[in-house]
């Protein structure tokens, strides 16, 4: 009886290590926007020139980092420019299917720039945003300060919040919804302190977001459950009743057995 104890009992704690290693390995999601991964396009450039502006960028030739010169120009009431990335490939980036960023709850960017740029979410709003208009598209924007040197800056995204010119541009009322659940394209772009007619210049090391595999998570829950359950059940069936034969043994050595 030891014998089959101490087996349920080690096949219990290995089967508790096998949960936490497949826990620790798989908690956390994250989306690596640069350095480039091979499963996305190549950033690109972009401009207020799609909404009417004047603005110009481009990309620098630098070692390993993602280097953008951008000059803005009046003509707009808010001129901007920057480099974008396209979350899916191909005909797919042309839908409105969008990439779940539900889960993820922090951005880490390492950068240097000399003014303030901005994080922006373009996300698929299903009653506003269309079909090849990039400009439905709902700008969810998070503002971080200017680093004149390589810093990383670990952001929750509660602080993202769509740009209200956006919803001058849509002519509806301005509300809450992020829709982070259908991320179309990310863009990185200048922010706050960017002066009209000279060069802003940003330099991009490293673009992740990161965020809790709740999947993961409820998995690992349901198999605790279930594995200590089975361990509890076997101990009740090993010691929860006692055996006939023990039964009568006890009762011999008490003298009070009776045939």
């Known amino acids: ?112 720039s000399n003014a303030d740029i901005a994080l922006v979410f373009y996300t698929v709003d299903p009653k506003i945003s269309k079909v090849g208009d990039v400009l439905s598209l709902r700008p969810v924007r998070l503002d971080i300060p200017a680093t004149r040197y390589y810093t990383e800056h670990r952001l929750p995204l509660s602080r993202v919040r769509t740009n209200p010119i956006w919803f001058d541009m849509q002519g509806v009322e301005p509300d809450s919804l992020l829709y982070l659940d259908h991320v179309a394209q990310v863009a990185v772009e200048t922010g706050k302190g960017a002066l009209l007619g000279l060069p802003t210049e940003i330099e991009i090391q490293k673009l992740e977001f990161l965020g809790a595999n709740r999947c993961t998570r409820f998995l690992c829950l349901i198999i605790l459950v279930l594995v200590t359950g089975i361990y509890l059940w076997g101990i009740l069936k090993i010691y929860g009743k006692p055996s006939t034969g023990r039964k009568d043994a006890r009762w011999y050595r008490l003298g009070k057995y009776k045939a």
């Open 1 to 112: 009886m030891k014998k089959l104890f101490w087996r349920l009992t080690l096949s219990y704690v290995v089967s508790l290590m096998a949960v936490a290693i497949f826990y620790f390995r798989f908690q956390s999601e994250s989306h690596v926007l640069w350095p480039n991964p091979d499963s996305l396009e190549h950033p690109r450039i972009y401009t207020d020139l799609r909404e009417g502006g004047f603005s110009t960028a481009e990309f620098l030739e630098k070692d390993s980092v993602l280097a953008i010169q951008a000059i803005l120009n009046s003509g707009i009431y808010h001129p901007h420019a920057g480099a974008e990335f396209r979350l899916l490939k191909g005909v797919e980036s042309l839908s409105l299917q969008g990439v779940d960023f539900s889960n993820i709850d922090s951005v880490a960017i390492t950068f240097r």
